[in-house]
C-alpha cells in the first residue's frame, strides 16, 4: 500500500506509524504526548526507543544519500514509475 492509513491495520501499528510519520515530517513538533500515546498504545519504552531509533537512523541515512547524489539501485525503482 502506498499509504498506510488506508491499510487495514491494528490501532497500535497505526499509532506507531504516526509517531514515525511525524517524527520524519516535522520533528520540531513532537511532544511527550506523542510518547504517552505510543505507551497507550500498549508499546514499552524499550519498544519506544526501538521505533525512535529506526525512525532517525532512516532520516539520517536517507538525508546522507540524498546530499550526496547517491543513485538508487535499480530494484528500488521498480514499479514506482
Known amino acids: 500500500m502506498a499509504d498506510f492509513r488506508q491499510a487495514p491495520l491494528k490501532s497500535s501499528d497505526r499509532e506507531m506509524l504516526d509517531y514515525a510519520t511525524k ?4 520533528p ?3 511532544a511527550e ?4 500515546s505510543l505507551r497507550e498504545a500498549g ?3 524499550e519498544a519506544i526507543l526501538d ?5 532517525g537512523y532512516y532520516a539520517f ?4 544519500a540524498d546530499g550526496l547524489g547517491v543513485e538508487l539501485e535499480a530494484f528500488w525503482k521498480e514499479g514506482r514509475e
Open 61 to 64: 541515512v536517507n538525508r546522507l
Open 51 to 55: 521505533i525512535n531509533q529506526v525512525t
Open 33 to 36: 504526548q506523542d510518547v504517552i
Open 23 to 26: 517524527l520524519t515530517r516535522e
Open 28 to 30: 520540531w513538533n513532537m
Open 43 to 45: 508499546f514499552s519504552d
